[in-house]
């Protein structure tokens, strides 16, 4: 019998945000690919494990481009409704110029660089009506930034939006969707204990902003309740 679930592809899927979308998208009855670095165990591989073969999980390692060029082989007769990269790093609070060259070129090269080295590579995976979504963040956006910090951090995901946008405009008559999806303030490696938000309840807004923009084409900037955030 032919399975009529869609599939989404989720990169960087072993934990906190990445791991809450895969198991989001397995609770709306979705076929989920999710990767995660390295050969350990993870989180993910619980979720597998429960998912009666609805969850598989492929490695990467996003800033080696052979592996990224590996995985789109290696899924090469798929067919995705959504592409889902989420993947960021820091280093800390740090005023960018006691940023070492390595530093920035790790962060950048993470945060930015990557992501889009995905999007252009598994583009052609991704059904003309899907999705491709990257995760950003508020602090990427310059008319948000009132109060400093993070510098690194902002610069990486402003370059990210930057460069969305840029891909945005080469493939003006795609008709895919485009997000930049900004997750919320969530209590995760990056957004620190105090954040406003659980995964639980980021995640679930996440997925319904990327339903609700389905079918449209276009870049959209946006957040978990849906809202346009600026560039």
Avoid: C
């Avoid at 005023?95 to 060259?101: F, H, M, N, R």
């Avoid at 950003?136 to 951090?153: F, K, P, R």
């Avoid at 969305?164 to 969530?186: E, F, I, K």
């Avoid at 997925?207 to 079918?215: L, R, V, Y």
């Amino acid at each position: 019998m032919h399975d009529t679930r869609k599939t989404a592809l989720i990169i960087g899927a072993s934990r906190t945000l990445g791991l809450g979308l895969a198991s989001e998208y397995l609770r709306r009855d979705w076929n989920v690919i999710g990767t995660v670095r390295g050969s350990g165990r993870t989180g993910l591989h619980d979720l597998a494990d429960a998912s009666a073969g609805r969850l598989t999980i492929e490695s990467l390692e996003m800033t080696e481009p052979e592996q990224i060029s590996a995985l789109r082989d290696r899924l090469a007769r798929r067919t995705l409704d959504l592409l889902f990269v989420n993947a960021a790093i820091t280093r800390g609070d740090i005023p960018i110029g006691d940023v070492s060259t390595a530093m920035f070129t790790e962060v950048m090269v993470t945060n930015a660089l990557s992501p889009m080295r995905v999007v252009e590579s598994l583009r052609p995976l991704v059904a003309p009506t899907g999705t491709i979504g990257v995760m950003s963040s508020d602090q990427g956006s310059i008319a948000l930034n009132t109060e400093g910090g993070q510098d690194l951090y902002r610069a990486s995901k402003s370059a990210l939006n930057q460069l969305m946008r840029s891909y945005a405009a080469r493939h003006a008559a795609d008709t895919r969707t485009l997000l930049l999806m900004d997750p919320g303030w969530v209590r995760t490696e990056l957004g620190g204990p105090d954040a406003e938000l659980g995964v639980e309840e980021s995640i679930p807004g996440v997925a319904q902003t990327i339903e609700h923009h389905q079918g449209k084409p276009g870049l959209y900037f946006v957040d978990h309740l849906g809202q346009v955030v600026p560039w």
